[in-house]
């Protein structure tokens, strides 16, 4: 069964920084797609980050060249470098995992998730 588990959330200032973890286990895909959705109140999940196993990215008109999604994969880790952090970041952020190779950033792709961490910024 496949778990996902985020940490790394809290509240910050705006201009701040925060990193999210997220721990994936119990899958045995040779591909997969990774991800990091977020939903602020009141508005639709949206996709802000995505990697795929051999590193290529793609990300959010909104948060390119201020968050960076890496992963690793012998620890099966995913993680996300949030910068310049802005109150309209503000929102549940949850890390997502598909079977594909195919990575894009739309959440209806993505069938495991998991239960998000809360990310507050301030201004």
Not at 18 to 29: D, E, F
């Amino acid at each position: 069964q496949v778990h996902l588990v985020e940490s790394g959330g809290g509240s910050v200032q705006a201009g701040g920084s925060l990193r999210l973890s997220c721990v994936v286990s119990g899958y045995t895909w040779n591909s997969r797609c990774l991800g990091w959705f977020r939903q602020a109140p009141g508005k639709e999940r949206e996709g802000v980050a995505a990697i795929d196993r051999r590193g290529s990215t793609s990300y959010a008109d909104s948060v390119k060249d201020r968050f960076t999604i890496s992963q690793d994969n012998a620890k099966n880790t995913l993680d996300l470098q949030m910068n310049s952090l802005k109150a309209e970041d503000t929102a549940m952020y949850y890390c997502a995992a598909r079977p594909s190779s195919y990575c894009d950033l739309y959440p209806g792709d993505f069938r495991y998730w998991g239960q998000g961490t809360q990310v507050t910024v301030s201004s």
